[in-house]
């Protein structure tokens, strides 16, 4: 058997099982979520499929994980993992109540997995439960000012709709929290989905067209516009095109247009262009720095 130690960003490290223990060892400059996965036939990570895994936080510290499987083991060690346990703990009813809604599903008959009035039963005991799991997060982070933890739900969570409250749940935070890498990264987003807000100008974006001319979002200002952001290699901004067609031709003449800003790569400008002219898009301004997700855009929208 073999643990698989990965980040969202890459695979770390890998060790045996030996006489039912495994031992990882490292140094990291902040703290990361990551997680360990099982592979009790000790096949390659991409193989694996229903994976037994669980997360951990890398930090300073020993960390001790220890029961018959990841999923529902546990973990001590260091002040993260120690929070990390008791959100688990308070989630966990939610949590099982959810992942029982997916295993009625797949357990159904092929008729009731068609049949509307089950799939809506099933939907709305799910979103009963997303909103209760989103009240229990927001009552952890309320209550554990001085928690990694609380920090790293407050990232997840945050979006446009929640803005107000989350400024204000980040400024309760433990100024340590607050001053950490992670606390310094949270203070950016906000920031941006603060300047993104409704009523706000839109930060300028200044690209290249096709031709090398550099064009202004703000040249625009007068206009509705949509921003777009899409890819040539993006199959869901592409089958979303012939939208965006239509709505152009429907409110053009109102002062509707559209600024499209593509996320495609370096040296991938033939196939930018081809799909602005297969899509139909050359009506409007379409710009691209070619940059993909190094793009100064990614940050500022």
């Known amino acids: 058997a073999i643990v698989y130690l990965e980040t969202n960003q890459a695979i770390l490290d890998s060790v045996p099982i030996i006489n039912g223990e495994f031992i990882f060892k490292g140094s990291i400059d902040n703290p990361t979520q990551a997680y360990v996965i099982l592979s009790i036939a000790g096949k390659p990570i991409q193989q694996l499929s229903n994976n037994d895994y669980r997360i951990v936080y890398l930090s300073e510290g020993v960390i001790t994980i220890s029961g018959d499987d990841f999923k529902h083991s546990k973990i001590e060690g260091n002040k993260i993992n120690d929070h990390l346990a008791q959100y688990e703990l308070a989630v966990a009813a939610t949590n099982d109540a959810m992942d029982e809604v997916g295993k009625n599903y797949y357990a159904a008959t092929e008729d009731q997995q068609n049949d509307e009035a089950f799939l809506s039963a099933m939907n709305d005991t799910y979103s009963t439960l997303m909103d209760q799991k989103e009240n229990l997060d927001l009552d952890y982070i309320k209550n554990n000012p001085d928690s990694f933890i609380a920090l790293n739900l407050l990232d997840q969570r945050l979006e446009m709709s929640n803005i107000v409250l989350f400024e204000k749940l980040f400024t309760d935070l433990d100024p340590t929290l607050k001053n950490s890498v992670r606390g310094q990264e949270l203070q950016e987003k906000l920031n941006n989905i603060i300047r993104l807000g409704i009523g706000h100008i839109a930060p300028d974006i200044t690209m290249a067209d096709a031709n090398g001319t550099e064009i202004a979002l703000s040249s625009l200002r007068g206009q509705y516009v ?50 602005v002219a297969n899509d139909s898009l050359g009506q409007w301004t379409n710009v691209s720095d070619l940059l993909f997700w190094d793009s100064p855009v990614i940050s500022m929208y």
């Open 226 to 275: 949509l921003v777009d952001f899409w890819a040539s290699w993006c199959a869901p901004c592409r089958s979303e095109n012939p939208n965006l067609v239509k709505a152009y031709n429907k409110f053009n003449s109102k002062g509707f247009t559209i600024f499209g800003v593509s996320l495609d790569a370096p040296g991938k400008k033939a196939d930018w262009l081809a799909a």
